[in-house]
């Protein structure tokens, strides 16, 4: 029997996993850990179940044709969670909602809670009938669980994973736009062709170039063009020097405000999910930064087209005021997210809950 089973559905999660498993490793005790994971996780000792490349899907579109194959991961994910003491749900609330429903036991472990002040507020009961322990990762998200603890359900704030990961950067700054798609291979699809689009015309008219990375879980060739360029670069390096962003919502908006960069927000969904979206989304914002500090800092731009991005773009490159007044505000965000050093912390929680 392991003592811990994970379940990581997404890169954003996986990156923080990674960082509280290396904490883990220097604890005197070795845990016998196996789950869902990446190469990353594997080298770290996690005996693999499925890999989250299966599991890294956005829209209820995105989901249907690999939905077979989802089922089959999660048989057996059950077997190796009803084998194991403790579980560890991560994220991706889809996939791991059903997990959590269906385990024989109930020492499970929550980390990062479902966008509940955005939709589904109904989980927020359901996570408190079936976790023993939630971690949440925004601090506005104890006041939403507090009211609900009892013997049997406790909420953690330990501070935000990425302060460990991005500090602030003084990187000399290069004449590149930095263009985040998505870290999952449906959404960065869905965005390439009108990034590539925006792309020729900043060249055009500003003479810079822009580059993209293009994450682990995502299947797209590395390219280089004058005016484009596909990498395998890690996203942080490449917004520590570029001189702004445009970036799909997600985690990569709150790092990018983390690291200083200015940057617009934008999305697109497959039209049939967009519709669901409209009839169940409560939140103001879709960006993590303007979510986080209750206020828009960040222009967001919900099913654009090209010229929409080009405009909001060229207004910021072209009005250096605008662009300050933005990184000012970005300092603000680090101090909401404080304290720093959080992923030692939980894996001092996890060792101490789970030895």
Not at 7 to 20: E, F, M, P, R
Not at 99 to 113: A, C, E, G, T
Not at 206 to 229: C, G, R
Not at 240 to 258: D, N, P, R, V
Request: charged residues 25%.
């Amino acid at each position: 029997m392991d003592d811990l089973f994970l379940s990581v559905g997404d890169l954003s999660a996986a990156n923080y996993v990674v960082n509280i498993l290396k904490h883990l490793k220097e604890k005197p005790k070795p845990l016998s850990i196996s789950g869902i994971t990446d190469k990353r996780m594997e080298e770290l000792g996690v005996k693999p179940i499925a890999n989250i490349k299966d599991l890294n899907l956005v829209g209820i579109v995105e989901v249907l044709p690999k939905i077979f194959k989802i089922k089959k991961i999660m048989k057996r994910s059950l077997e190796a969670a009803n084998n194991s003491r403790w579980v560890m749900l991560c994220d991706a609330p889809g996939f791991n909602f059903r997990l959590m429903k269906n385990l024989k036991h109930d020492n499970i472990i929550y980390f990062i809670s479902p966008q509940v002040w955005a939709w589904k507020p109904q989980r927020v009961k359901e996570i408190v009938n079936h976790v023993k322990h939630l971690i949440v990762i925004l601090p506005f998200e104890l006041d939403i669980y507090k009211p609900y603890e009892n013997e049997n359900f406790k909420v953690h704030y330990f501070g935000h994973p990425l302060l460990d990961i991005i500090k602030p950067s003084s990187v000399q700054k290069e004449n590149i736009i930095a263009m985040l798609p998505g870290s999952r291979n449906s959404e960065f699809k869905r965005h390439i062709g009108l990034l590539e689009e925006v792309a020729y015309y900043i060249y055009k008219t500003f003479h810079m170039k822009s580059l993209i990375p293009v994450a682990s879980t995502v299947d797209y060739p590395i390219y280089s063009k004058d005016y484009i360029e596909t990498t395998r670069e890690s996203s942080i390096e490449i917004m520590k020097k570029a001189k702004f962003g445009i970036i799909a919502s997600g985690t990569a908006s709150l790092e990018a405000a983390l690291v200083g960069l200015p940057h617009v927000i934008f999305y697109r969904l497959n039209p049939i999910t967009l519709q669901i979206a409209k009839h169940l989304v409560k939140s103001k914002y879709i960006g993590l930064p303007n979510i986080i500090m209750d206020k828009e800092i960040i222009p967001e731009l919900i099913q654009p087209y090209k010229e929409d991005i080009i405009k909001k773009v060229s207004y910021y490159l072209e009005n250096p005021k605008s662009l300050e007044n933005m990184k000012e505000n970005l300092k603000l965000l680090r101090e909401k997210l404080s304290p720093e050093n959080a992923t030692e912390r939980i894996a001092d929680f996890l060792f101490e809950t789970i030895k």
